[in-house]
């Protein structure tokens, strides 16, 4: 999970960060599935 997660930050890394929240949103909700949220998750984006 840690290194697919990894891979697709560096595959949306040029996009901009609106659309990269799209994003993680989106794969979140496929890898989540139907399940509920069971624990809390984070992901800071950092524009430099």
């Given at each position: ?10 595959s949306i890394q040029s996009r901009?960060?609106?659309e990269q929240g799209s994003i ?25």
């Open positions: 999970m840690r290194r697919k997660f990894q891979e697709m930050l560096v901009g960060m609106a993680l949103d989106m794969e979140f909700e496929k890898w989540k599935g139907d399940l509920g949220q069971v624990d809390d998750v984070l992901v800071i984006g950092v524009r430099l």
